[in-house]
């Protein structure tokens, strides 16, 4: 197989994961690697870099050139602003699509995308999706659920409180969320590569039927984490208080927070379980880990890591 695919967001979360998932199929790979972003790591995978972002027309164009696939796997999910969402999550996936209309394009998206209206990043991903399904040539988005894993640093505050006793969640009765592991994730996007599925939009999670509820990944933490864990509803007022000074902070020139007002309803949206299932069945795929054999997975890395 000597197929290019082109790969944005190699040096986030997911993508390491993606890029070895892809390498062990065969394809050989370019990357689009931010300036001021560390090379990937990636043992025994050849890649081809390419320097710049989503605002580098060159460096898109370059990227793109005679690939027969792109995966875009960038974005934003934490911002100051949100025209910042839009820049990056709108705009630069838009431009990305416009510049390859022959390649297969394939867009890493959030189930956030189907409640728009409950913040920035959600109706960021929801647009991004439009632009794509608006091209000329083929295409699917694939809405993840909750990501975790090895490198997450997002999920890595909740096993922190978790080691001390205490899973933080929404106080909201019959809250239901499918999961799904990186590595899970990964090859199930590789395997989209692969099978070619018909352009759509898709839906994929851990198999897990009808989602977790937070009192199953208390239970999960407790047992990758060898202790007792009581998961202890927080109510929205004071989630919103939080969000509020994370967004003070912000304001005031700190770093850019996962958890600001806008977060707060997407947390307490009740329902982020997988509702369409057409993407596992039509490719093959089968999650590696459920939720106690990941949250298992994932600790034993924090620990190897001293990030826990």
């Known amino acids: 197989m000597d197929r290019l695919v082109a790969v944005t967001g190699a040096t986030g979360f997911v993508g390491p994961h ?24 990636l043992p025994g995978v050849d890649a081809e870099i390419v320097l710049g972002d989503l605002a580098d027309e060159g460096a898109l164009r370059r990227l ?27 705009e630069g996936t838009a431009r990305l699509s416009e510049l390859a209309p ?19 990043y959600a109706e960021s991903k929801h647009e991004a999706e439009q632009a794509v399904a608006g091209r000329a040539g083929p295409w699917l ?7 975790y894993g090895p490198g997450d640093r997002e999920t890595l505050a909740y096993f922190r409180a978790a080691s001390r006793g205490v899973a933080p969640r929404p106080r909201l009765d019959n809250a239901r969320l499918s999961l799904i592991h990186v590595e899970d994730l990964a090859e ?34 407790a047992t990758a984490l060898g202790r007792a864990v009581w998961s202890l509803p927080i109510p929205r007022a004071a989630m919103e208080i939080a969000g509020w000074a994370n967004g003070l902070r912000q304001s005031l020139g700190g770093p850019p927070q996962i958890l600001t007002g806008a977060k ?7 329902d982020w379980t997988v509702h369409d299932h057409r993407l596992a069945a039509t490719i093959g795929f089968r999650a590696r ?18 990030w826990l």
Do not use: C
């Open 141 to 147: 988005a694939i809405r993840a659920p909750a990501v």
């Open 18 to 41: 993606l890029v070895s998932a892809l390498a062990r199929r065969g394809w050989k790979l370019r990357l689009l690697v931010r300036r001021w972003s560390p090379l990937p790591s």
């Open 102 to 120: 022959q390649a297969r394009f394939v867009l890493l998206s959030s189930l956030a995308a189907r409640e728009p209206q409950l913040s920035a």
């Open 64 to 90: 793109v050139d005679g690939a027969d696939t792109v995966v875009h796997a960038a974005g934003l999910i934490k911002a100051r602003s949100p025209v910042d969402f839009r820049k990056v999550n709108v």
């Open 188 to 221: 199930a996007l590789a395997a989209a590569v692969e099978h070619r599925p018909a352009d759509s939009v898709y839906e994929i999670d851990d198999g897990r039927e009808g989602g977790y509820g937070y009192s199953d990944m208390a239970t999960a933490a």
């Open 264 to 270: 707060v309803g997407e947390m307490f949206h009740p």
């Open 289 to 306: 880990y459920d939720l106690t054999a990941g949250f298992r997975h994932t600790v034993l890395w924090y620990r190897r890591q001293e």
